[in-house]
């Protein structure tokens, strides 16, 4: 039954959060206000004019609301409840715990190293970042090491060096291990680097070119000649525009098309552009205010290397309680700021040209995404466009610890959040055809339940795979969704690329696409997918049981010695790994179950 508008003078006029749900309970969108009965009422007065409005009201059946002391505690009540819930018209950015960043370490000869670290970090080095992108701090990391002659060997090898490496022949370090240097020559590179990474690149240029004036006037021409080279690189890969009056802030800016959104952030370290990234997003209900609100938790909440200013384009009505909430994180003040002159707008409107340009290149990457769906829909004579893809694949050997899997495509892209993996039922009789139709048969019985379908269905395998699916489909009554089977044409060895058959209902032969046909790749690129997912769990479940096996085999270690052995140990690999005094302490082993361990270890 839809929602009753009538009932909306029963909800509170008091700040909280709504959550609207479909027939099903699914949560479908969450949102927070002020005053939630006046909230709620907006989006059934038919005066909401935002594309997604209608399409979300049809599908609503119950709005559910949750009271809130205050608009803080509403806004990072909604933000918890999108990170359990997932709704799918909500912005929700992925859960990345872990930040990328550069450190130069604490040492008599400090070395640079990329890291990867959660919550705050060690205080081992002076940290620089994090970095908005693993491609961006690998790119800032090379260019160090390839500008400043900084060891990258470990400590131990450092120690124990007693000649230096191919790096010093080929001039990529100074070789501090066997005294090629002074360590007053080295942390004149330390420094160098450090300066760079602060973004003080002219201090630097200004200090190497003194140095090339003095290694001429000594007749070190060679050494004046890296010095010099060393400048031109700095010169060609640090043109950066430097804005005077500008210390460290991220600049934000939003574009929006209908119900589509993308954020791009641009990060300004002392008045140098260091790093840019965007975030896409579908499907969105909320209001430009009320994304970007969103955006603004659930990616700095759990950054501590927060920016001194966050630069956005609009006022905010939540913007002292982000405020509050990003300086608690970052532990010192943290400012949302919308200039409304000076160089600060203009780095604002900057932010924007960039977020319209990348919008108007994934649209158009999109559309190309698309046009090959659509091909593609054309060529195997699909009674629909293909929008998502699913497809299957099993793995066992000689039937033993038989799994499959499920990979899901959203134009053309891997999602993740749909794969699924199987164990398989009744092992006995689990051979590849009844494993397929075990599988198929368990996930479109849950798909049915929820009215959520894929529009084609790949399975491994020839005309047989396909009509089993076929028959799965009729006997439960779905009409809805095409299936296609793909296989690899057998004793085809004369060519250099690999010839597929696709099979489709209701034709006898076979169709073979060119083998450089992107259908053909896309096709191929999904059934891999699956087949390399598959292969993979089963490895890891063979592995386990194989472990598992060997321990309960072993004479007189019992159902409970061995509850304890993983308890204490945590898991088999663990056990074999242990010493026969750590396999002592264990509560009721004795010497001849420590005889048997041992004997089993060494295997």
């Not at 945590?570 to 009721?588: F, H």
Request: aromatic share 6%; net charge positive.
């Amino acid at each position: 039954m839809a929602f009753d508008p009538k009932t909306l003078a029963l909800y509170p006029d008091q700040p909280g959060v709504y959550l609207m749900k479909d027939a099903g309970g699914k949560v479908l969108y969450i949102g927070k206000a002020k005053n939630l009965k006046s909230r709620i009422k907006q989006y059934f007065s038919q005066t909401d004019q935002r594309e997604m409005i209608p399409y979300l009201i049809s599908q609503v059946e119950e709005v559910a609301t949750i009271v809130a002391l205050t608009e803080k505690d509403a806004l990072i009540l909604e933000n918890n409840l999108i990170k359990q819930h997932k709704p799918k018209y909500n912005v929700l950015l992925k859960d990345d715990k872990t930040f990328i960043s550069l450190v130069i370490t604490k040492h008599k000869w400090p070395m640079l190293q990329l890291v990867r670290y959660k919550g705050k970090p060690k205080d081992n080095g002076i940290y620089f970042g994090p970095y908005t992108s693993a491609w961006a701090a690998r790119q800032i990391y090379e260019l160090m090491i390839r500008l400043f002659p900084l060891r990258q060997c470990s400590d131990s090898e450092l120690a124990s060096r007693k000649r230096p490496c191919l790096l010093y022949d080929i001039k990529k370090c100074i070789a501090p291990c066997v005294g090629k240097c002074t360590e007053e020559q080295y942390h004149g590179h330390v420094q160098s680097a450090i300066r760079l990474l602060k973004g003080q690149n002219k201090e630097i240029v200004k200090h190497l070119k003194k140095e090339m004036e003095k290694a001429s006037e000594a007749l070190e021409f060679e050494r004046a000649e890296e010095i010099l080279s060393t400048i031109r690189q700095l010169e060609h890969v640090t043109e950066t525009q430097h804005i005077q009056g500008v210390g460290d802030c991220d600049v934000l800016a939003l574009h929006r098309e209908g119900s589509a959104v993308l954020v791009a952030q641009l990060l300004f370290r002392e008045g140098t552009l260091v790093a840019s990234e965007h975030f896409s997003f579908h499907l969105i209900v909320s209001d430009d205010a009320e994304t970007l609100e969103s955006f603004l938790f659930q990616h700095y909440k759990n950054n501590t290397h927060l920016p001194e200013e966050i630069l956005i384009p609009f006022e905010l009505s939540q913007q002292e309680a982000l405020e509050e909430i990003l300086s608690e994180t970052a532990q010192r003040r943290v400012a949302i700021r919308t200039p409304q002159k000076g160089k600060k707008k203009d780095l604002v409107e900057m932010a924007q040209k960039n977020a319209t340009a990348q919008f108007a290149r994934e649209q158009d990457q999109r559309s190309l995404k698309e046009k090959m769906l659509l091909d593609l829909q054309e060529t195997l004579k699909l009674t629909r466009f293909p929008r998502r893809i699913e497809c299957f694949d099993t793995s066992n050997i000689s039937g033993t610890d038989p799994v499959a899997s499920l990979v899901s495509y959203e134009l053309g892209e891997k999602d993740n959040s749909r794969s699924r993996l199987f164990k398989i039922k009744d092992r006995e009789r689990a051979d590849d055809y009844t494993a397929m139709k075990q599988v198929i048969h368990r996930h479109f019985v849950k798909a049915k339940e929820k009215n959520d379908f894929c529009d084609l269905l790949i399975v491994d395998g020839g005309k047989g795979q396909m009509n089993l699916a076929l028959e799965i489909f009729q006997e439960l009554g779905i009409a809805s969704v095409d299936v296609i089977g793909v296989s690899k044409d057998e004793a085809r060895h004369d060519k250099g690329l690999t010839q597929e058959k696709i099979y489709v209902p209701h034709t006898k032969e076979p169709l073979l696409l060119d083998p450089r046909s992107p259908l053909l790749f896309l096709l191929q690129k999904i059934r891999d997918e699956a087949h390399r997912r598959a292969i993979e769990f089963h490895r890891k479940r063979r592995s386990k049981r194989t472990l598992s096996s060997g321990l309960d085999e072993l004479p007189g270690i019992g159902p409970t010695k061995k509850r304890r052995l993983l308890q204490k140990f945590g898991s088999v690999k663990a056990i074999k790994n242990a010493t026969r005094e750590e396999l002592s302490e264990v509560e009721g082993i004795n010497k001849n179950d420590l005889d048997t361990l041992m004997e089993w270890i060494t295997l």
